[in-house]
């Protein structure tokens, strides 16, 4: 009897458990027997045929290159052997050696080396019909998953801080809030976007308020990099290189979403990282060289002194030890400069209390005119929806214009969220602020080490010391606060030997 041997494939192993492969083996066991071939080796496939590399499809062609004689290769039809091209050569070259014959029993086809045009034709016929049924499959998947994106759905994991679930009413996945792992997101935003704390810090920090990765595992500091670039906790999904709005609740307002992508832009990305260790140095990680643009590091000597190391400007590879205490007393004279008269400090703060009624005022008209766009963009959205419907317009325009609706109608609601928290409080606020700031000096003397950092990152975005001399930028609004006092008309204190950042 004439060799043979039989295959029989399936793309998955839910096919699998549908009986498909048990199908197949038992009509092609019934076509050998028939055509007298004897079966010498059987091949069960779970594989897809339309990826790169098919080890048990190779498996397959490596058994029948160690054959020295012909054997039939018994297979139900062209789409279970493949779905392109691909394996054409090879499956031509072995039945030019004359050790393969196909026979395709469902489309009644037999190819061997002598076949004629008719016969190969039908089994091309059959390897493009099966490519276009797969191109048809992955076009599908391509619409879907565009229209999910046009409607704001996210097609992958969750990101942290949220959970995949499902619609109880209609059974579809949804991203819901994970109550947990939310609340130390936020947190690991707010402290990032304060200035206080590196990506090494919040790594070791986030571990001991219990926020871990799925796996139970600590976070590393590349995975605390790519939380804080994620911009889906912002309200945006990054799909692609493109960013879209989700349907889905923001842990992060984009106001500090955005503070971390300046902080980030500003310490440059990657981070250095910062090594750990036990003594509690209140500068670790907050100072930069300026001459090298490297973080300052901060060394233990003696057991009791603390000396910042940093590069001098006059040779770049020569280290100064510059004492800690030497700057902290220049940190200490630029917190100085906030201190105010007190009478100078009841005028501004009668100011401030002046002002509030003027930026509520402001406020209700900008919030009446947002709110009045807010009507138009809807109106917009609903008309752009009946143009789709009637025909008046493609697909392909309804996306680009509602995508672009969306992004500003997006805006408006943040401006909106932005607006309603409490005017009052922002004055009251400030004016805390500012009688903080002129006693912040004070308040820095006499406070512990993790308080003296948080106050350096809420005032200074930017400490660095060029050689021992301090170089510093405050943050808004801080800048020109630290110029109230020195204004001619309030008796200015005399300049220090601080030189601010330029």
Known sequence: MHPAIILARVSTPEQEAGHSLEAQLANLETYAERKGLDVVQVFRIIESSTKGYRPEFERMIDFLKKQKQRHALIID????????????????????????EIHFVREGNVIDKNANSMQKMMWNMGTVMAQSYTDQLSDNVRRSIKHKIGKGEWIAQAPLGYLNATDPATGRGIIVIDPQRAPLIQRLYND???????????????????????????????TVANILS??????????????????YPKLVEPRVFQACEERKRHAG?????????????????????????????????????????????????????VKEDAVIEQITDALQSFSMPQDLLTDVLDYIDKTDDQEKQLNKTTAKELQSEQTQLAQKLSRLTDL????????????????????????????????????????????????????????????KTDQKRQMLGFVFSNLQMEGPTLRYSLRKPFEVLQQVPHNPKWRPREDSNLRPAV
């Open 230 to 247: 994620n911009p889906f906790y912002s309200g945006l999904m990054r799909i692609k290189g493109n960013l879209y709005p989700h349907a």
């Open 192 to 222: 990032y976007a304060s200035g206080v704390y590196s990506m090494a810090e919040l790594a070791r920090k986030s571990g001991e308020w219990g926020l871990l990765t799925r796996k139970g595992q600590p976070l590393a500091i590349q």
């Open 388 to 447: 789709l419907i009637d025909g008046s317009i493609g697909k392909d325009m309804y996306e680009a214009k509602n995508k672009d609706l969306q992004l500003r109608k997006q805006e408006i609601e943040s401006r909106l969220n932005q607006m309603e928290e409490p005017s009052k409080d922002s004055q009251d606020t400030l004016g805390n602020v500012i009688t903080m700031l002129s006693k912040s000096a004070e308040m820095f003397a006499s406070s």
């Open 269 to 321: 990305m990657p981070q250095q990282a910062i090594r750990i260790t036990r003594h509690p140095f209140l500068l670790r990680g907050l100072m930069t060289c300026a001459t090298s643009g490297r973080k300052a590091t901060c060394a233990l000597q003696k057991k009791q002194y603390v000396y910042l190391m940093v590069r001098n400007p006059a040779n770049q590879n020569k280290i100064i030890w």
């Open 77 to 100: 039809c062209v789409d279970r052997l493949q779905r392109s091209f691909t394996h054409t050569p090879v499956l031509n070259a072995l039945m030019e050696k004359n050790i393969l």
